[in-house]
């Protein structure tokens, strides 16, 4: 059963760069890379988007290898806001059927 | 962007009835989506409903407990029918507007089955 795995939790303090990785080696060919944030009792927020390489917001980074089976997600000196679970959101494909997935996400939490 | 809105926010239902959730959308859009959030864990696709044709679900949820509606291109409803206690979950609505991989989503509707 294709998978999409993050670390269960990180802790960092403010001021200091976060970087989450998200596994998903059965992702499929064409499809975009999305991380998302979610604060307790909201909806998913959407962060940053990509398909290769790097792509850099105004909030985030994301680094992605030439084979797409992970993706890394880089946050700029994090701040007391920054806690909440972060989400990776792929197109994976399994046994020939594609297939919508988000990954297990990663509870951040930034400390002073 | 858009803003999504759902009703009801929560409830507290009794086991072996049904509850319907709306998600109204401030624009309108072709596609969205229904997801389940059990407590502290991922997010669950429970099915596509895009207007103008018939929900598609993912492995695991069927229409007979999982109907949705989606009359236009600005609303939807998810029923969620004979419930029991395994039921109780966070149920998100969220629209594509980049695609179905660039989402957004509403609040989220936190129901409880005794």
């Known amino acids: 059963l294709a998978k999409t795995t993050q670390p269960i939790s990180m802790d960092s303090y403010e001021g200091q760069e976060v970087n989450i990785t998200c596994s998903h080696n059965?992702?499929?060919?064409?499809?975009?890379i999305t991380w998302y944030q979610q604060f307790p009792s909201q909806g998913p927020r959407f962060i940053i988007q990509g398909y290769k390489t790097k792509v850099t917001n105004e909030v985030a980074s994301l680094f992605i290898p030439a084979d797409r089976k992970s993706s890394t997600l880089s946050l700029p000196r994090v701040s007391l806001s920054d806690t909440a679970v972060y989400y990776c959101l792929v197109t994976l494909m399994n046994t020939g059927f594609q297939k919508l997935v988000f990954g297990t996400g990663t509870r951040l939490l930034v400390s002073p | 962007s858009a803003v999504i809105s759902q009703k009801p926010s929560r409830d507290i239902c009794q086991r072996g009835t049904s509850l319907t959730i709306q998600c109204q959308v401030d624009s309108q859009v072709t596609m969205m989506f229904w997801y389940r959030q059990q407590p502290g864990q991922s997010l669950t696709l429970i099915a596509t409903a895009n207007q103008g044709s018939e929900a598609t679900y993912e492995s695991g949820f069927v229409i007979d407990k999982f109907p949705i509606s989606r009359p236009n291109l600005t609303f939807s409803t998810l029923t969620v029918s004979n419930m029991s206690p395994e039921d109780s979950s966070i149920y998100l609505c969220?629209?594509?507007?980049?695609?179905?991989?660039?989402?957004?989503f509403g609040p989220g509707t936190r129901l409880t089955v005794l």
């Open positions: 969220s629209v594509g507007l980049g695609g179905t991989d660039t989402q957004y």
């Open positions: 059965n992702i499929a060919t064409n499809d975009y």
